[in-house]
Nanobody, 124 residues
Framework: QVQLVESGGGLVQAGGSLRLSCAASGRTFSSYAMGWFRQAPGKEREFVAAITRGGGTTRYADSVKGRFTISRDNAKNTVNLQMNSLKPEDTAVYYC?????????????????WGQGTQVTVSS
């Protein structure tokens, strides 16, 4: 069982930055690939970024590539999402998720555990 708690969301102007963090409980955090997803009102949950267990491989949605960076610290059981050059279309609830896998996936259904989400609002 893994419990995930996101933090760091808020209101920011377009062009600004935010850093999201996800704290995981449990002693086996390093056994899980981690992902970030987001869901805007009226839209389906979409993939943002993912990172392998050891942090050696990352994957990004085309819409955030070059602006967002995912990282993890297995000693601290945390995964972060640094978001730069934010745009109004980045406005959504952001979720972190854990997948007991050596691979990383973009489909939400592949993930086993989810946090409660944190709101990110980007004003124009």
């Amino acid at each position: 069982q893994v419990q995930l708690v996101e933090s760091g969301g808020g209101l920011v102007q377009a062009g600004g930055s935010l850093r999201l963090s996800c704290a995981a409980s449990g002693r086996t955090f390093s056994s899980y690939a981690m992902g970030w997803f987001r869901q805007a009102p009226g839209k389906e949950r979409e993939f943002v970024a993912a990172i392998t267990r050891g942090g050696g491989t990352t994957r990004y949605a085309d819409s955030v590539k070059g602006r967002f960076t995912i990282s993890r610290d297995n000693a601290k059981n945390t995964v972060n999402l640094q978001m730069n050059s934010l745009k109004p279309e980045d406005t959504a609830v952001y979720y972190c998720a854990a997948d007991y896998s050596v691979l990383i996936w973009s489909a939400p259904g592949e993930y086993d555990y989810w946090g409660q989400g944190t709101q990110v609002t980007v004003s124009s």
